[in-house]
């Protein structure tokens, strides 16, 4: 079974949990600066760590990570167990400045976005920029983590670089969009079926 043949077996199983999935990212955006930061902190600790872990941090700080100084947002990641507690810490509430700026983000292309986000938010890469839009509504963005990049190698698409630099990371995403459209769906759609694929989980 190929790879297409594989998704679409997916979208026929799990898509009613994709689809609403997709609606909660989408109402992100009607959601207070200071809750849609939350998800930009998330999206910062999911760097060289898990989606798993940036959830269980999320739930336990919540508003912390809006209101704590570092030391204490420090001593909070450290006690749950996040390994960058330090550096992380610091990216988090360097990052604040957005805040009051979040939502003008959503009025920028999508490209666009992601460039000035990966530009003037310390902590986020092609990666993690491109995860917090999909978190918030993008549609068109592709999230090359460790788990796609491992799919698309075994399905012959791609071989795996060893340094994800930005021209590659967008060379494997017009791959991936081309999938895509394949599929009919959006990349923030198929991103959710690869996970599945990858992990038999769905989270976000």
């Known amino acids: 079974m190929n790879l297409v043949e594989r998704i679409e077996d997916a979208r026929r199983e799990i898509g009613t949990v994709v689809n609403s999935r997709l609606a909660e990212f989408e109402r992100m955006r009607t959601e207070s600066n200071e809750r849609i930061f939350q998800e930009l902190a998330f999206c ?25 100084d570092e030391d ?45 986000l990966v530009e003037h938010v310390k902590g986020l890469g092609m990666k993690e ?47 991936e969009r081309e999938l895509a459209e394949s599929l009919g769906m959006t990349l923030a759609e198929m991103d959710l079926y690869l996970w599945y694929l990858k992990t038999g989980e769905v989270l976000k």
């Not at 910062?44 to 704590?68: D, H, P």
């Not at 700026?101 to 490209?111: A, T």
């Not at 918030?136 to 090359?144: C, D, E, H, P, Q």
């Not at 060893?162 to 021209?167: E, G, M, N, V």
């Open 72 to 116: 204490k947002l420090r001593n909070e990641l450290r006690k749950i167990g996040y390994r960058f507690w330090r550096v992380r810490a610091r990216y988090i509430v360097e990052a604040r400045w957005i805040i009051p700026h979040i939502k003008e983000i959503f009025r920028m292309d999508e490209i666009k976005a992601r460039e000035y």
């Open 129 to 175: 920029a491109s995860h917090f839009l999909r978190n918030t509504g993008s549609k068109n963005l592709a999230i090359v983590d460790r788990h796609i990049l491992r799919i698309l190698e075994e399905e012959g698409l791609i071989t795996t670089p060893k340094t994800l630099t930005r021209k590659r990371y967008l060379e494997i995403e017009k791959i």
């Open 44 to 68: 910062i600790l999911t760097a060289n760590s898990s989606a798993r872990m940036g959830i269980k941090a999320q739930e336990i700080i919540g508003y912390g990570f809006v209101t704590y």
